[in-house]
T-cell receptor, first 116, second 115 residues
C-alpha cells in the first residue's frame, strides 16, 4: 500500500524563524517520485519540487530546501527565514508504480502560519 | 507555456440541482486530466482521471460524473447535488505518459457550496 503521512497538522512560527515540514511515505515500489505543493489562501496548488527515488541529493532553491532520506522514508521541506507570504497549506505527494502517474497520493497537508 | 483554467470560480447551488464545472488546458496535447475534491480543512481526493477523449476512470463511486468531449477539455457534472458535494474542486493536468513521475499541475479551483 502507498501512503503519505504529514503528522504536523498546523505549525505557527514568527517571521524569520526557520521551519521544517515533515513528510513520511510508504511504498513497495523501487521507482517512485515525491512532490511538494503549496496551497496559498487563494486555493490553487502550486508545484514546488519533484524528486525521484534514485536521487537522494538534497536540493536548495532560495529559502527553500528539501531533505530526501530513503533510509527513513522521509522527504522533509525546510523554509529558512520564513516570511508572512509563506503562510499556506503545504502538501507532500507520492507517485509510484505503473499507474502511479494517474494516482498520485497526497498527504493531508500541513498548515503553516507565519506571524509578523 | 501550458495553462489550465477552470470555471466557475465559485457557485452556490441548491440541493437537487445540476452541476457543471469546466476545465480547459492550453499549450499541450493529449494531456492526462484529473478532477480532485478537497473538503474543508482536508486533503485531496482524486475523483476522476482521463488519458484521452472519452476515456474516464472513476476513483470514487458517488453522485458525480466526468466527461472529456475534446482533447483538452474536462467537465465535472452532477444531475442532482447533495449537501455532501460541497467542497473545493480542482482540475489538473499532467503530460500524457504512463507510469509514475508525472508532475500534476492544478487549476485555480472552484468553490462549490450546496445549500
Amino acid at each position: 500500500a502507498q501512503k503519505v503521512t504529514q503528522a504536523q497538522t498546523e505549525i505557527s512560527v514568527v517571521e524569520k524563524e526557520d521551519v521544517t515540514l515533515d513528510c513520511v511515505y510508504e511504498t513497495r515500489d523501487t521507482t517512485y517520485y515525491l512532490f511538494w505543493y503549496k496551497q496559498p489562501p487563494s486555493g490553487e496548488l502550486v508545484f514546488l519540487i519533484r524528486r525521484n527515488s534514485f536521487d537522494e541529493q538534497n536540493e536548495i532553491s532560495g529559502r527553500y530546501s528539501w531533505n530526501f532520506q530513503k533510509s527513513t522514508s522521509s522527504f522533509n521541506f525546510t523554509i529558512t527565514a520564513s516570511q508572512v507570504v509563506d503562510s499556506a497549506v503545504y502538501f507532500c505527494a507520492l507517485s509510484a508504480g505503473e499507474t502511479g502517474g494517474f494516482k498520485t497520493i497526497f498527504g493531508a497537508g500541513t498548515r503553516l502560519f507565519v506571524k509578523a | 507555456s501550458q495553462t489550465i483554467h477552470q470555471w466557475p470560480a465559485t457557485l452556490v447551488q441548491p440541493v437537487g440541482s445540476p452541476l457543471s464545472l469546466e476545465c480547459t488546458v492550453e499549450g499541450t496535447s493529449n494531456p492526462n486530466l484529473y478532477w480532485y475534491r478537497q473538503a474543508a480543512g482536508r486533503g485531496l481526493q482524486l475523483l476522476f482521471y482521463s488519458v484521452g477523449i472519452g476515456q474516464i476512470s472513476s476513483e470514487v463511486p458517488q453522485n458525480l460524473s466526468a466527461s472529456r468531449p475534446q482533447d483538452r477539455q474536462f467537465i465535472l457534472s452532477s444531475k442532482k447535488l447533495l449537501l455532501s458535494d460541497s467542497g473545493f474542486y480542482l482540475c489538473a493536468w499532467s503530460r500524457g505518459q504512463r507510469g509514475s513521475g508525472n508532475t500534476i499541475y492544478f487549476g485555480e479551483g472552484s468553490w462549490l457550496t450546496v445549500v
